[in-house]
């Protein structure tokens, strides 16, 4: 099924064929700068906006919807038009708001300590199913009482966006052309996938890269992020070193905080080793909980020990604001509730 924000001007014109052809301009602007639904477009005749709503429904219908932070985060679950379900949250900073969206209706890289990993991969969303939750948060934000602005997307909610690189990379450059988002301002996630990281470096939009490492060595990562197994470190470092090669810009490293696994002195080294090969910003990520994985995050000192390390390295790192640990924030929470599978305990060895 074709939804509102899979149609391209040129579709939007064909559809609108028998209109004059500034209404087209119109409906584009409505629909695209404005973010307005097609039922709220008054310079178009109701005629027309019948004809937009029948002909392009909406990709999401809202299933719940979560706010805390006093109002700085908010969560959204939707139900796609087959019946799967994926997440959208919309965080407001002092200095910015960032929107993070999901690609894919679940996910098939089997992350143990994450909960939309646990609940298996559905299927890819199309382009307009993950632009039009980058549209509705922007709506929101532009509500509150601030008049907020949506001036970063992150393509890190459920699914491996390299996994789904084609949609992924349609829903960028619909961002990018169509909203006005620039390139600097969207990141793309990855848990490692060596080939997406490849095509990445030879396209032709400068965006962000980061990874979602969580282990450094392979023995802990192949049991953390299984897709190791495929690509191990050393592959993936090569092609991080590809990446900055070839783009000139900078690679994040995420790091999930968990405690008694991945934040002892000796992962603090091995990190360091390889964030200052690729010269990579660290993310540090205190563990929110998840349904069914029995482990918690690391504790809020050895989080800044964990840190300190790092800095005392020579590592440019920051901790992540942890948010929403009350609204299931953490991707794949909100859907999971109560039905996720448990996870046992990773294992040092």
């Given at each position: 099924?074709?939804?509102?924000?899979?149609?391209?001007?040129?579709?939007?014109?064909?559809?609108?064929?028998?209109?004059?052809?500034?209404?087209?301009?119109?409906?584009?602007?409505?629909?695209?700068?404005?973010?307005?639904?097609?039922?709220?477009?008054?310079?178009?005749?109701?005629a027309?906006?019948?004809?937009?709503a029948?002909?392009?429904?909406?990709?999401?219908?809202?299933?719940?919807?979560?706010?805390?932070?006093?109002?700085?985060?908010?969560?959204?679950?939707?139900?796609?038009?087959d019946?799967?379900?994926?997440e959208?949250?919309?965080?407001?900073?002092?200095?910015?708001s960032?929107?993070?969206?999901?690609?894919q209706?679940g996910?098939a890289?089997?992350?143990?300590?994450?909960?939309?990993?646990?609940?298996?991969?559905?299927?890819h969303?199309?382009?307009g199913?993950?632009?039009?939750?980058?549209?509705?948060?922007?709506?929101?934000a532009?509500?509150?009482?601030?008049?907020?602005?949506?001036?970063?997307?992150?393509?890190?909610?459920?699914?491996e966006p390299?996994?789904?690189?084609?949609?992924?990379?349609?829903?960028?450059t619909?961002?990018h052309?169509?909203?006005?988002?620039?390139?600097?301002?969207?990141?793309?996630s990855?848990v490692?996938?060596?080939?997406?990281?490849?095509r990445?470096?030879?396209?032709d939009l400068?965006?962000?890269?980061?990874?979602?490492?969580?282990?450094?060595?392979?023995?802990?990562?192949?049991?953390l992020?299984?897709?190791?197994?495929?690509?191990?470190?050393?592959?993936?470092?090569?092609?991080?070193?590809?990446?900055?090669?070839?783009?000139?810009?900078?690679?994040?490293?995420?790091w999930?905080?968990i405690?008694g696994?991945?934040?002892?002195p000796?992962?603090?080294?091995?990190?360091?080793?390889?964030?200052?090969?690729?010269?990579?910003?660290?993310?540090?990520?205190?563990l929110?909980?998840?349904?069914?994985?029995?482990?918690?995050?690391?504790?809020?000192?050895?989080?800044r020990?964990?840190?300190?390390?790092?800095?005392?390295a020579?590592?440019?790192?920051?901790?992540?604001d942890?948010?929403?640990?009350?609204?299931?924030?953490?991707c794949?929470?909100?859907?999971?509730g109560?039905e996720?599978?448990?996870?046992?305990?990773?294992?040092?060895?």
């Amino acid at each position: 099924m074709t939804t509102r924000y899979d149609v391209d001007r040129a579709g939007l014109a064909e559809l609108l064929a028998d209109q004059p052809r500034y209404r087209v301009d119109q409906v584009w602007e409505g629909l695209w700068a404005q973010g307005r639904e097609p039922a709220d477009l008054t310079n178009v005749p109701a005629a027309v906006r019948e004809r937009l709503a029948d002909a392009l429904p909406s990709a999401l219908d809202p299933v719940a919807e979560s706010v805390t932070d006093d109002g700085a985060t908010v969560k959204w679950l939707w139900e796609l038009a087959d019946g799967a379900r994926v997440e959208t949250v919309l965080m407001h900073y002092k200095d910015r708001s960032t929107v993070c969206v999901s690609t894919q209706a679940g996910c098939a890289m089997a992350c143990s300590f994450c909960a939309t990993g646990q609940a298996g991969f559905e299927r890819h969303l199309s382009v307009g199913e993950i632009v039009e939750q980058v549209v509705v948060a922007r709506r929101r934000a532009a509500s509150d009482r601030d008049g907020r602005r949506v001036g970063n997307v992150v393509f890190m909610g459920m699914g491996e966006p390299m996994a789904n690189y084609d949609a992924t990379w349609g829903a960028v450059t619909r961002l990018h052309d169509d909203l006005g988002i620039g390139a600097r301002h969207l990141t793309i996630s990855t848990v490692g996938l060596v080939p997406g990281i490849r095509r990445l470096a030879g396209a032709d939009l400068p965006v962000n890269l980061a990874v979602s490492l969580h282990a450094a060595d392979d023995e802990l990562r192949d049991e953390l992020v299984p897709v190791n197994r495929r690509w191990p470190l050393e592959d993936l470092m090569v092609a991080c070193e590809e990446y900055v090669e070839a783009t000139h810009r900078r690679v994040s490293f995420e790091w999930a905080l968990i405690a008694g696994v991945n934040d002892r002195p000796e992962d603090a080294r091995r990190l360091a080793v390889l964030a200052r090969r690729v010269r990579a910003h660290v993310n540090l990520i205190p563990l929110n909980p998840t349904p069914g994985y029995e482990v918690r995050g690391t504790s809020a000192a050895e989080v800044r020990r964990f840190r300190d390390q790092l800095l005392d390295a020579g590592v440019n790192v920051t901790v992540r604001d942890t948010r929403g640990t009350t609204i299931d924030a953490a991707c794949g929470q909100l859907r999971a509730g109560h039905e996720a599978t448990p996870v046992d305990r990773p294992r040092r060895r």
